[in-house]
């Protein structure tokens, strides 16, 4: 097994651990969810709910949409090889307050083209494989992390 292959499956591994559940025996797999927009090509749709019984204000930059650096997105080709991922954070993060009803969600959209700069030219070569995680602010009252996978089909 070659080195980059190796490296490969321990990220696999631990974005797989961060994404379990990380409190209690309850489901909460919904609490976060990622799907390709049907709107704008190459960006995701996030979904993120909130448990808590009273209204939850935060800035926006602890959502995943708010910030570059929030979610963590991890492009894996059909070769199992990350392709090169040189994202630049942003220079300011959002702090703009938005708030969230109790046991609401609020959603918001992430552009991959910008947070995955290789993503285009990958995609001429092979499906990607899109492992995220996300780790919760604690006032949502859901698990700490929540991680996924999203394939996004070649493009020829």
């Known amino acids: 097994m070659s080195r980059s292959s190796i490296s490969s499956l321990l990220v696999t591994a631990m974005l ?19 799907e390709l927009s ?19 204000t935060l800035p926006m930059w602890r959502l995943p949409w708010g910030n570059g650096n929030t979610m963590m997105l991890l492009p894996v080709d059909r070769y199992s090889q990350c392709f090169d991922n040189k994202y630049v954070a942003e220079s300011y993060p959002d702090y703009r ?15 991959l083209q910008k947070v995955l700069p290789g993503l285009e030219e990958a995609l001429k070569k092979s499906d990607i494989n899109l492992f995220w995680t996300y780790e919760a602010p604690e006032q949502l009252h ?11 089909p070649q493009r020829r």
């Open 16 to 34: 797989c651990f961060f994404s379990a559940s990380s409190d209690g025996n309850e489901d909460k797999s919904s609490d976060v969810k990622v």
């Open 38 to 56: 049907s709107q704008k090509p190459l960006w995701l749709h996030v979904t993120v709910r909130s448990r808590a019984e009273t209204q939850v």
């Open 97 to 111: 307050k938005v708030s969230v009803d109790p046991n609401g969600s609020i959603s918001g959209d992430i552009d």
């Open 142 to 152: 859901i698990a700490r992390w929540s991680g996924g996978w999203i394939q996004i």
